[in-house]
């Protein structure tokens, strides 16, 4: 993989090892349980897309940007 392609593009790379299956099990109880919740900068309606691009690009959040369709 070329790492330009990484950075210049502002992509995010995700990677985990190979866990036991009771690992899978119990993050998925932990987020049933509300213990594990993604943290939301701010939520738009699909109407407001280019609002959220805006947003967005001015990179100026912590967290994630949701659409609501």
């Known amino acids: 993989m070329d790492l330009r392609s990484l950075y210049l593009k502002d992509l995010t790379l995700f990677g985990?090892?190979?866990n036991e299956p009771y690992?899978?099990?119990?993050?998925i109880?932990?987020?049933e349980e509300g213990q594990i919740k993604p943290l939301v900068a701010q939520?738009?309606?699909?109407?407001e897309i280019h609002q959220a691009q805006t947003v967005f690009i001015?990179?100026?959040?912590?967290?994630?940007?949701?659409l609501i369709p």
């Open 29 to 31: 109880h932990c987020i």
């Open 23 to 27: 690992v899978f099990e119990n993050v």
């Open 16 to 18: 985990s090892t190979v």
């Open 58 to 66: 001015e990179k100026k959040f912590i967290g994630k940007l949701v």
């Open 43 to 47: 939520s738009f309606p699909l109407k």
